[in-house]
Structure formats: C-alpha cells, structure tokens
T-cell receptor, first 113, second 112 residues
Framework: DTAVSQTPKYLVTQMGNDKSIKCEQN?????MYWYKQDSKKFLKIMFS???????INETVPNRFSPKSPDKAHLNLHINSLELGDSAVYFC????????????FGPGTRLLVL | SQKIEQNSEALNIQEGKTATLTCNYT??????LQWYRQDPGRGPVFLLL?????KEKRKERLKVTFDTTLKQSLFHITASQPADSATYLC???????????FGKGTSLLVTP
C-alpha cells in the first residue's frame, strides 16, 4: 500500500488556468508538507500543516492555496497558472512537528504551456 | 539565511569503491542532518539522520559523519553497487523547526 499518494502524477495545462493537486497519507501522521522541486532539482518547502492547521507558509504567492480537509489529506490549489509554476510538486508527511523524518509522495509533474 | 550546500553535482565511481558525498552548511547550526535518496521520477526516501551531538552513524553499507567545527557532513557508501546510482540529498532542519532545507543533491553513478 502506498504510504503517501498524490494525484495526478502528470498535469499539463495552459497559462492562466486553475488546477488542483491532491495528497493523501495512510500513515496516521499529524503533519503534512508541500515541496516544490524546480528544473535545477532544488527541493524547497512551500507549506506545512499540522492537524489541519497551517504552520508554515514560505513566501509562496497567494495564487497557491493549500487546504487540509482532515489530517490525512493536504491538497494544493493553484490559480492563474504561470510558466514559472512548472515544476515537480512533492507532498510529504511526518509523525508530528517534532519528528524529523519525512515520507514523500511520488510527485506531481506540472507543465504550464 | 540558512544555507546548505552539496558542492559536487555529480560523482562517478567504479563498483566496489567507496563513494563519499559532502554536505556543508552555513549561517545556522542545525540540530540534525538527514540524508535522502532520490531516484528519477520518484520522491526522496529517508536514509539516515545524525544529530549534532553524534559524530558518526552507520546503517549497513552507509555511514554518515557530522563535524560541527567544519560545519560539514560526509555520507559514505562502501562497496558501492550500480544499484546505488541515484541522487543523494542532504537536509537540515529549518530554523522554524517544522520543515527541511535541502541541498541541491549529488548525482552518484556507479559503473560496473
């Protein structure tokens, strides 16, 4: 069984569109994260939620809005997509905010044309 | 601001040799450093964590060191195999404590 899953795996869309990426973890973890990996493979934190509450927002444009309907799910909605949003987006989870080890999903490859 | 650097973008070694990857950090003293492995098209997978009060940690053929004076961690893979070929990422806890700051990674290629 997949511990951290993301859908879709690939997303190709036009500039200006709005899209969502979904993430689910079945590990019973309290904390979830969104990371962005750009074309240079640099992995950078975007958001973190703990028990459905936002605890990190790393100067991400407000076109990006995370939503956590419950602690097993963390979705990412992106409005007015731009070319620079093209990247791989990884969801991750950890037991709680004090846990160091994070478990990553397989990634969503977003291409904005 | 925190900075974590993996100076080698790529490392090629022959099967059976020891691979040594370097991670340096500046502007912040992390409580721990972690090493992850990332294969093409996949998410990072946790390998090892070493705390600031530990000098060395081992797991099977993997060894990690943490030198707080040099502000450096070394990651060793002994008796390397072609299956060890992947990108290895170093990460430190962020100063907020809730997320990880990753280095850019070192792409390791082990040839038969």
């Amino acid at each position: 069984d997949t511990a951290v899953s993301q859908t879709p795996k690939y997303l190709v869309t036009q500039m200006g569109n709005d899209k969502s990426i979904k993430c689910e973890q079945n590990l019973g973890h309290d904390t979830m994260y969104w990371y962005k990996q750009d074309s240079k493979k640099f992995l950078k934190i975007m958001f973190s939620y703990n028990n459905k509450e936002l605890i990190i927002n790393e100067t991400v444009p407000n076109r990006f809005s995370p939503k956590s309907p419950d602690k097993a799910h963390l979705n990412l909605h992106i409005n007015s997509l731009e070319l620079g949003d093209s990247a791989v987006y990884f969801c991750a989870s950890s037991q709680d905010t004090a846990s160091e080890t994070q478990y990553f999903g397989p990634g969503t490859r977003l291409l904005v044309l | 601001s925190q900075k974590i650097e993996q100076n080698s973008e790529a490392l090629n070694i022959q099967e059976g040799k020891t691979a040594t990857l370097t991670c340096n950090y500046t502007n912040y003293s992390p409580a721990y450093l972690q090493w992850y492995r990332q294969d093409p098209g996949r998410g990072p997978v946790f390998l090892l964590l070493i705390r600031e009060n530990e000098k060395e940690k081992r797991k099977e053929r993997l060894k990690v060191t943490f030198d707080t004076t040099l502000k450096q961690s070394l990651f060793h893979i002994t008796a390397s195999q072609p299956a060890d070929s992947a990108t290895y990422l170093c990460a430190q806890n962020s100063n907020s404590g809730y997320a990880l700051n990753f280095g850019k990674g070192t792409s390791l290629l082990v040839t038969p």
